[in-house]
């Protein structure tokens, strides 16, 4: 019962991983495993891993200066940018635009 408990909440839990290089407030590249390339400040194109192990062994794999950002997605899977914002960081910058 205690694994079937165990394996149902974590069912349930909508915290997800991803991996960043961040290289200023601004900038930031999130790491994308299927097609072994970097998006540049889009968050919603890296993937996203369910278990922080997983994340912190392709993390090794990558070397220094990635890190683990912790995030959460909906109820559809797709990544919630304003958890990313809850954690003041490794935000996609604005638009501005000049005139």
Do not use: W
Not at 17 to 38: C, H, I, K, Q
Not at 64 to 82: K, P, S
Not at 84 to 99: C, M, Y
């Amino acid at each position: 019962m205690q694994e079937l408990d165990r394996r149902v909440k974590d069912l349930h839990d909508r915290t997800r991983y991803l991996l960043v290089s961040a290289f200023g407030p601004r900038f930031a590249l999130y790491y994308n495993v299927s097609e072994d390339t970097y998006g540049m400040n889009e968050p919603a194109h890296a993937t996203l891993f369910k278990r922080r192990a997983a994340a912190l062994a392709i993390r090794r794999m990558l070397g220094g200066g990635v890190e683990i950002a912790r995030c959460r997605v909906d109820r559809r899977g797709q990544l919630v940018l304003n958890s990313l914002a809850a954690r003041g960081r490794h935000l996609p910058p604005k638009s501005t635009k000049r005139r």
